[in-house]
């Protein structure tokens, strides 16, 4: 079992940054692939990107390529979504989760163990 724990959510204007940060405890991190995506009111849950195991390999969301960064510390079993540029469609639950396969993926449904969210507001 890996529980994860996002943390650094907030109220900030459009044109703003943040940065997520997902702990993990139970098993060390360098065994998944780590995903964020995000779950605004009504909607569904939208990939935001990903990372491959040994942090080598980033991918994204067309909608957040760019402004957002992925990366992840193994010997910290931290990863962490870095936010800017910020806009008010950001504005959603943001989830880490990770993967117990080799290959990253957009599809939630891949995904292993989840964190409980955090909620990102941005004001225009």
């Known amino acids: 079992q890996v529980q994860l724990v996002e943390s650094g959510g907030g109220l900030v204007q459009a044109g703003g940054s943040l940065r997520l940060s997902c702990a993990a405890s139970g098993r060390t991190l360098t065994n998944y692939v780590v995903g964020w995506f995000r779950q605004a009111p009504g909607k569904e849950r939208e990939f935001v990107g990903s990372i491959t195991r040994g942090g080598g390999v980033t991918y994204y969301a067309d909608s957040v390529k760019g402004r957002f960064a992925i990366s992840r510390d193994n010997a910290k079993n931290t990863a962490v979504l870095q936010m800017n540029s910020l806009k008010p469609e950001d504005t959603a639950v943001y989830y880490c989760?990770?993967?117990?396969?080799?290959?990253?993926?957009?599809?939630?449904?891949?995904?292993?163990?989840w964190g409980q969210g955090t909620q990102v507001t941005v004001s225009s």
């Open positions: 989760a990770a993967g117990g396969s080799y290959y990253t993926s957009r599809r939630p449904s891949s995904y292993d163990y």
